[in-house]
């Protein structure tokens, strides 16, 4: 079984920042993609970023120069810090990655966290 666990949501003000973490647990065998979605209420779920194994990123129009990915030394947990955030940046974040893992035999597939609530509000 392969897990996503995300941490780091919250309420915070026009203009502040938070960090966002996703870390995979499981008998993983590779990780092609890790990454965020979001989704806001009544809207449709949205890339925000994702990075590769070989460490391309692509980041959506709306966040480019606000959000930063990263990611660890095992390349299990990745990091989004989110700066001047904005009050259309409220939505429930959701992690996303491609992993190949022996479930029981070896299998790619795409996983998701169980989403974290981030509002950004005066």
């Known amino acids: 079984q392969v897990e996503l666990v995300e941490s780091g949501g919250g309420l915070v003000q026009p203009g502040g920042s938070l960090r966002l973490s996703c870390t995979a647990s499981g008998s993983i065998f590779s990780i092609a993609r890790m990454g965020w979605y979001r989704q806001a209420p009544g809207k449709q779920r949205e890339l925000v970023v994702h990075i590769t194994s070989d460490n391309s990123t692509n980041y959506a129009d709306s966040v480019k120069g606000r959000f930063t990915i990263s990611r660890d030394n095992t390349k299990t947990t990745v990091y989004l810090q989110m700066n001047n955030l904005k009050p259309e940046d409220t939505a429930v974040y959701y992690c996303?990655?491609?992993?190949?893992?022996?479930?029981?035999?070896?299998?790619?597939?795409?996983?998701w966290g169980q989403g974290t609530q981030v509002t950004v509000s005066s």
């Open positions: 996303n990655a491609d992993i190949a893992a022996m479930t029981p035999k070896l299998q790619r597939d795409d996983y």
